[in-house]
């Protein structure tokens, strides 16, 4: 596949990254000599140094003959352009676009993207993807990860298997056994940085991080059995008023009528353009690290601090001194991968990296065949595929026991008709059924030829 | 100033056409004498407003700031003065009870100078009813074209500012009145074809339809309005008189369905959330009244509790039966009147945008004892208002508020009850002219004098108030401190 990458920063670098590594040929255009110097240097890609959106520019980096487009830059604008003129002199199939001004994503201009108008595929919103992730986070807080799968049916939890774990050292299958009713699978473990696709014979072991997909209203129930059932909460304080944080008290305002949301911003303007924007939200004005605008606040009775500002810095302290003044629990946006790796020793619960978040979203749009939600997991070690089945898969038509599925995947969920089954030995995928799937990295093209639409299928 | 005279004499113009209306009136009676009265006094009008519109016709006719206040002010003095005269002959009482006389209907207050209906000519009823439907015609414009751009008393801005370029505003202003005229009158063809619907004859559908939507409070006849119509009758005043107290932007938002706009929109939401609490508060003061659920029936009893709910709310003040009002508590009916209605609407009081200003703000006050660092949204509905706004609003507050204790005093110094006094005084800066009666009375108190009954000094008095009121206090303002007002 070929696929033009508008866009070096660091979600250009992250898309460019697994998409070379899955073998594509991968180009990448940014104005900035130094970075695409520094993408090819490190990445089995071709960089050139241009404006995004100039013809000439997308010419020499082979648009004519790409399949895709990613505009990635930090400027809606010229991604916009970008997929306009890659559209309009030269015909490339499938535009995707990162823009981030709500203004453009208001419902009663959509039509502006429309095949007439500007045709962009896909728009991608980093800050509504952060925000989705929080959101889910708040309802669910045992979970480290929670991703939506099949119109939201089937969720994907990520729970830290910890001393709280009482389902530890008990085998996959005993799982089963002991709650018949439970709609929910493991389907992939990280143990010691390595991710395992399990079989039914593995079982889970203390500092695992399980994968488990299960049916959506069976969440809390599943976090119940892996020890992590915690209450919805209530009080949050969420340290930054930007784009995210008005998103996110927008939908806390909307979904969760109860919810008491206090929001620290230091910048007075935007602190105000909250206050504008919001009815029942506190917004203070001030800085995230001062003991005594924490208090106000309520921090000490809070269930939860989300720290997301452009600081990392900042998230990681205003988290710390969250928790060490009483906060229930915290989480915090780190755009700097370096900072991952120490959280816990930190004392963050859990945090968000926005670059991860975007990433996974451009790539659902990159896989090929029936394939209509992906996930990526564990930076790219492994991918929760959701997929509809068709007539020609070789999936189709047999009892799962009778599938020999190699090492590297495993079957999360099937969904026939609307209604959700744990996949057993003698379950049958039938035609159109979706199917939720891990597979490891290096499966992923497996999966993908699973699912393609073939020639046999017309 | 040759833009003052150009849209004074455009005024003049509508309004001696509308005193064309009661002279038909006058020869459809039979009363020739008044009708060919009135008809002169039209055409003279006519002359003069033309006159005055070739004179001034080609001159720019840019209104800024100083013109806009000046017109406004100027205009709803000099108006009433030109139509005491026709009013005088008319109901043949002298100049000055004329006045007051004009002064009540122009500014839709209805307080009725005159008395004895049954014996007054029905081109005299038809000719003050007719200046109070032009009078709430007049309110809207004088607010939208003049006083609005000038967010004078913290009014929400409109979409014409001042200053703008001449050709292009009178443009503006034109289409603006004009459309606005088609509107108000179409809507006061719709209330009267619903009101003969409901069995009303002719005449009194005529004179409730100007009364419903200027949002006044005259009746065709004497006697109490249930006993003119029926219960639908009560129901259709009430809708035009809630259509009459919200806001016209908030009308052509209904019209054009633009539904974001509709969902930020507060004003009038709160408005018919208030006609409904004072509907369900009537109710049931009804309901536990002895002898009234009798007499009316049980939705009889709702169509009467939502005409005065509305009458409160929308500033007319009329009541279904004398006394009404006396049943629910002097300091609630009050507050309601002083609220008023919407802004951009023919409603008087302080307006629900000005009221829930003032609240919000107390309450971001009161939330900094808790949050000392909070943000406060610092808008009202799609209103956002600095501190410049809101400084407007108390000064206002403060002025209407010392209006009302000088309106008051004055009228005690007079002769009238202090209790009496202070119910003539707000029912006259809100508007609200029946509002004001002998119900409210102590038993055995005395001072308590109707209206018509009232002495010239005391009328005169009423009418500068309800000038003062119907301006929203701007009047003072100017007249304390031209220079700072009209010269800055």
């Known amino acids: 596949m070929k696929i033009i990458i508008c866009g070096a920063g660091q979600v250009g670098y992250g898309i460019a990254e697994r998409l070379a590594k899955e073998g594509n040929d991968v180009s990448v255009i940014d104005n900035s000599a130094e970075l695409v110097q520094n993408i090819q240097d490190k990445l089995d890609v071709r960089g050139y140094h241009g404006h995004g959106s100039h013809p000439d520019v997308l010419a020499r980096a082979g648009a004519e003959q790409a399949d895709m487009i990613i505009a990635v830059t930090l400027h809606d604008e010229v991604n916009m352009v970008a997929c306009q003129v890659a559209h309009s002199l030269f015909n490339v199939p499938t535009k995707l676009a990162r823009i981030r001004a709500q203004s453009y994503r208001q419902p009663h201009w959509q039509n502006l993207f429309a095949r007439q108008h500007m045709p962009i595929d896909v728009i991608i919103s980093p800050e509504i993807e952060v925000g989705d992730v929080v959101l889910r986070r708040i309802a669910l807080p045992g979970a480290r990860d929670i991703v939506p799968f099949a119109d939201a049916q089937v969720t994907m939890l990520a729970i830290d298997c910890d001393e709280e774990c009482p389902v530890i050292d008990t085998p996959l299958s005993q799982l089963s056994e002991l709650f018949p009713d439970l709609n929910a699978v493991v389907v992939g473990i990280s143990r010691g940085g390595q991710m395992i696709a399990p079989r039914s014979s593995d079982q889970i072991l203390l500092g695992d991080h399980a994968y488990v997909t299960c049916e959506q209203s069976q969440a809390r129930r599943t976090l119940a059995i892996f020890g992590k059932e915690r209450p919805e909460a209530g009080r949050i304080v969420i340290a930054g008023g930007g784009n995210i944080g008005l998103y996110l008290c927008r939908r806390i305002e909307e979904m969760m009528p109860t919810a008491r949301v206090r929001v620290i911003e230091r910048s007075r303007e935007t602190a105000m353009r909250m206050a504008q924007g919001l009815d029942r939200t506190v917004i203070l004005h001030g800085s995230a690290l001062d003991e005594a605008l924490l208090n106000e606040a309520g921090i000490r009775n809070a269930d939860l601090m989300v720290s997301i500002t452009n600081d990392d810095q900042v998230n990681i302290l205003a988290s710390v001194l969250a928790k060490k003044l009483g906060c229930g629990a915290n989480l915090a946006l780190l755009n700097n991968a370096g900072y991952h790796g120490f959280t816990k020793s930190l004392g963050i619960d859990d945090y968000i990296n926005p670059r991860s978040v975007t990433i ?33 898969s070789p999936l189709v038509g047999k009892p799962l026991k009778e599938l020999e599925l190699p090492d590297g995947m495993r079957i999360g969920a099937i969904i026939h008709e609307g209604v959700v089954s744990r996949p057993a030995g003698d379950s049958i995928i039938r035609p159109r059924d979706s199917i939720i799937i891990l597979a490891l990295a290096e499966r992923v093209r497996l999966v993908e030829q699973m699912f393609r639409v073939s020639f046999e299928f017309f | 100033m040759s833009a003052v005279f150009n849209y004074l004499g455009l005024v003049g113009a509508f309004l001696s056409a509308v005193l064309l209306f009661p002279a038909l009136i006058a020869f459809g009676s039979g009363e020739t004498e008044n009708g060919i009265s009135l008809v002169l006094y039209a055409a003279l009008g ?59 209907a122009l500014t839709t207050t209805a307080a009725d100078g005159v008395g004895r209906l049954e014996a007054q000519p029905a081109a005299a009823i038809a000719l003050r009813a007719a200046i109070q439907w032009a009078g709430g015609l007049g309110t809207i414009l004088t607010f939208l074209i003049l006083l609005g751009p000038t967010s004078i008393g913290g009014l929400p801005k409109t ?4 200053g703008e370029a001449s050709g292009r505003i009178a443009t503006g202003i034109h289409r603006m009145a004009g459309s606005l005229t088609r509107y108000y009158s179409a809507a006061t063809i719709f209330c009267f074809v619903l009101l003969m619907m409901t069995g009303i004859e002719p005449f009194a559908a005529i ?5 419903a939507l200027s949002a006044g409070g005259y009746l065709p006849s004497d006697g109490e309005l249930f006993e003119l119509g029926n219960s639908a ?50 109710t049931v003061t009804f309901a536990t009244t002895p002898g009234m659920i009798n ?31 006396t049943l629910l508590s002097p300091a609630f009916v009050f507050f309601v009147l002083l609220v008023g209605g919407g802004c951009y609407s023919a409603a008087g009081g302080i307006k ?17 004892l808790i949050y000392p660092h909070a943000v406060a949204p610092m808008r009202f509905g799609t209103e956002q208002y600095d501190l410049g706004v809101m400084k407007s609003i108390w000064s206002m507050f403060m002025a209407a508020a010392l209006v009302l204790v000088a309106g008051s005093v004055l009228l005690a110094l007079m002769g009238l009850d202090y209790q009496a006094s202070i119910t003539a005084t707000i029912a006259a800066f809100v508007n609200a002219g029946p509002a004001y009666s002998d119900a409210w009375a102590p038993r055995g108190t005395e001072g308590w004098i109707a209206y018509h009954d009232m002495a010239i000094g005391m009328k005169l008095a009423l009418a500068a108030i309800m000038l003062i009121g119907h301006l929203e ?13 009209l010269f800055r």
């Open chain 2, 207 to 211: 004179i409730l339809s100007f009364t």
């Open chain 2, 233 to 282: 009758a009560l129901v259709v005043i009430s809708f035009f008189f809630i259509v009459a107290a919200t806001s016209v932007y908030w009308h052509r938002m209904v019209g054009r369905w633009q539904i974001e706009n509709l969902k930020r929109h507060r004003e009038s939401y709160y408005l018919i959330g208030s006609v409904a609490v004072v509907t369900a508060l009537l």
């Open chain 1, 360 to 392: 996974s979203r451009v790539l659902q749009h990159v896989r090929r065949g029936r394939i209509k939600g992906v996930y990526s997991i564990q930076n790219g070690a492994a991918e929760i595929v959701e997929a509809q089945a068709l007539d020609t």
């Open chain 2, 473 to 485: 206090v701007i009047a003072v303002v100017v007249a304390l401190d031209p220079r700072r007002i």
């Open chain 2, 159 to 162: 979409r014409r500012s001042v």
């Open chain 2, 352 to 368: 629900y945008y000005r009221v829930g200003a003032m609240l919000f703000h107390a309450r971001h006050d009161l939330s900094r």
């Open chain 2, 295 to 325: 007499s009316t029936g049980p939705l009889g009893l709702a169509a009467e509790a939502l005409f005065n709910a509305a009458s409160l709310v929308s500033t007319s003040g009329l009541q279904s039966s004398n006394g009404v009002f």
């Open chain 2, 46 to 104: 006519s002359f003069l407003s033309i006159t005055l519109l070739v004179a001034t016709g080609h001159t720019a006719m840019l209104l800024d700031r100083r013109t806009s206040i000046l017109l406004a002010v100027g205009g709803w003095i000099l108006f009433p003065l030109l139509l005491a005269f026709p009013i005088s002959g008319m109901f043949s009482i002298d100049y000055g009870a004329a006045l007051f006389e004009a002064v009540s």
